[in-house]
């Protein structure tokens, strides 16, 4: 299966000139978090938006009137499109690049994380109890170590 992963740096973020991966490696952290065993190709959208974009969504889909590092938005199309659309992405620079400074991590370590976060609620995982976060956890650090990325909880 091959993986398509569009990504859009909103203008807002380009014209404020924030530090933002190369969509190369956004898209090669998205490909390695795809777990989805299917027959056709998997098409996935990320958008790397403002404070401002992210707040609004968030407000909107999740009732928090905050901007947040990453939004997850599943779809589930008929089998008889034919096309494989695992969902779209949110990924908050200025809220990443924030994270990544006050946990003393590495930028890119963190936005690839966010990614591999991302991805994974796509595919049906959750945090929302404690089995649960447990098991989304573990998946992040394995797929996180083939990108040569070191344990985001330790």
């Given at each position: 299966m091959a993986v398509?992963?569009?990504?859009t740096i909103s203008e807002e973020v380009a014209a404020a000139d924030d530090e933002v991966p190369k969509p190369a490696?956004?898209?090669s952290w998205a490909s390695a978090a795809c777990l989805e065993n299917v027959e056709n190709d998997a098409f996935i959208s990320i958008l790397v938006s403002s404070p401002e974009q992210s707040r609004e969504l968030n407000r909107q889909?999740?009732?928090k009137d905050k901007?947040?590092?990453v939004l997850s938005f599943p779809m589930q199309l008929p089998d008889e499109v034919g096309v494989h659309m695992l969902g779209d992405i949110v990924l908050?620079?200025?809220v990443i690049d924030a994270e990544a400074r006050s946990q003393s991590k590495a930028e890119s370590a963190h936005?690839?994380?966010m990614v591999v976060h991302g991805m994974l609620h796509?595919?049906?995982y959750d945090h929302i109890d404690n089995d649960e976060a447990e098991e989304m956890e573990?998946?992040?650090?394995q797929i996180l170590q083939t990108l040569g990325i070191g344990n985001p909880y330790e």
């Open positions: 398509t992963v569009d990504v490696s956004i898209q889909y999740r009732d901007p947040t590092n908050c620079a200025a936005w690839a994380h796509l595919q049906g573990k998946l992040e650090i």
